[in-house]
């Protein structure tokens, strides 16, 4: 199994009631039930006010690398992803376990 762990941390001046940052959320939590490849599903939100804390968190995983790629091309992925882009940079860390 690949673990796929993801951190997103907001662009300055964007807050977590944007528009465009509920958006993203939801596409990101509807997700888990999208992608055939995805064995574990899981977001959130932070609750740590700790400076150097991220902001919403994806914790998933999938059988494999294959299963880890088609997911990353999946169209749904894809498009959730492009949604972040606008207001959010992340950090991604896979390791099988």
């Avoid at 059988?63 to 882009?85: F, G, I, T």
Wanted: aromatic share 14%; net charge negative; proline share 3%.
């Amino acid at each position: 199994m690949i673990r796929h762990l993801v951190l997103f941390k907001l662009n300055e001046g964007v807050e977590r009631d944007d528009p465009r940052v509920v958006a993203g959320a939801a596409a990101f939590f509807a997700l888990g039930d999208r992608i055939e490849e995805l064995r574990f599903w899981e977001c959130g939100w932070n609750v740590s006010d700790r400076p150097i804390a991220h902001d919403f968190a994806i914790n998933s995983a999938v059988d494999d690398l294959d299963a880890l790629k088609r997911y990353v091309e999946h169209p749904d992925h894809q498009a959730a992803a492009a949604m972040w882009r606008e207001f959010a940079t992340w950090v991604i860390a896979d390791y099988e376990f």
